[in-house]
């Protein structure tokens, strides 16, 4: 199934603006996940989102207070997202806001084990017939760069989850190189894991001080090491999460922290990472 968008059919539901058909190379479970996780909304899709407030959330969905667009033109929303496993679908309703009393229905169909086709329903209050299918297309438009957007994040997830491993190998050591020394920061490869090792400068920090921490977020396995780091912290690109990359410690308010990570020596032989 190609992602395309089909015009509402001349007997559907009156408020029935189109639909939006697309295959994803993902798991059922991958797209639970994505369609409860409300935090990578600003943060993944900044130019829908500009920032969330949840109400509250659980196994059955979530709901929300969103705004888009800023100063006099942000728009401020609510939204609920409820999840109905038993149907495969998930169902999301604009209570206020501009576009209040909108539905938007999708539903999975398992292809095989890691490939899903949706079928993503507009419902649209209020619309005249002949602008259904300019409303319909731009719904369609919206949802077609949302889930280009998430596609990586959740194919991202699930290809850690596969090369996620239990142990660590304590007598390993790795050596790196006066090129690899070079080329900071470098990702390099442990007991199967990847980690980033970069020097820290500036106030606060030794001379050239080594650190060493995790390219995947403990939240969900988002990619940190597809952001720089900047005084001594690094951030999730996915949900916002910020650590202190010499402590672990998460500073912008989530109880989770990095990992263990392998330790820099330095001696006459050289720069090598051992687990300590």
């Known amino acids: 199934m190609k992602h395309e968008f089909v015009p509402a059919a001349c007997n559907s539901r009156l408020d029935h603006v189109g639909s939006y058909r697309r295959r994803l190379p993902v798991s ?23 920032s969330i407030d949840c109400v509250s959330a659980g196994g059955w969905g979530w709901q929300a207070t969103v705004s888009s ?40 169909f398992v292809v095989a084990d890691r490939v899903l086709d949706i079928v993503v329903d507009f419902f649209v209050p209020n619309v ?36 996620r491993l239990d142990g660590v190998d304590e007598s390993e050591v790795l050596k790196l190189s006066p090129q690899t020394q070079g080329s900071l920061p470098v990702s390099v490869t442990m007991s199967g894991r990847r980690f980033v090792v970069d020097r820290l400068e500036g106030e606060g920090s030794k001379d ?47 109880h989770c922290r990095l990992g263990r990570v392998p330790r820099v020596l330095e001696s006459e032989e050289g720069v090598e990472l051992r687990w300590l």
């Open 128 to 163: 005249p017939a002949e602008a259904r299918e300019k409303v319909g297309r731009a719904y369609a438009k919206a949802y077609e760069v949302l889930y280009d957007e998430d596609v990586d994040m959740m194919t991202g997830r699930q290809n850690q989850l596969d090369l």
């Open 69 to 108: 667009g800023s100063g006099d033109d942000e728009i401020v929303s609510e939204l609920e997202l409820r999840l109905d496993r038993d149907a495969r679908r998930w169902i999301t309703r604009n209570l206020s806001g501009p576009n209040a009393g909108a539905e938007i229905w999708t539903h999975v």
């Open 28 to 50: 059922l479970d991958r797209m639970y996940e994505n369609a409860l996780d409300w935090e990578h909304l600003p943060h993944l899709h900044s130019s829908s989102f500009g």
């Open 208 to 254: 050239n001080e080594w650190v060493v921490y995790p390219a995947q977020c403990p939240h969900q396995l988002g990619p940190l090491d597809e952001t720089p780091m900047q005084e001594g912290t690094v951030r999730c690109p996915w949900h916002g999460y910020v650590f202190d990359v010499r402590t672990g410690e998460c500073v912008s308010g989530s």
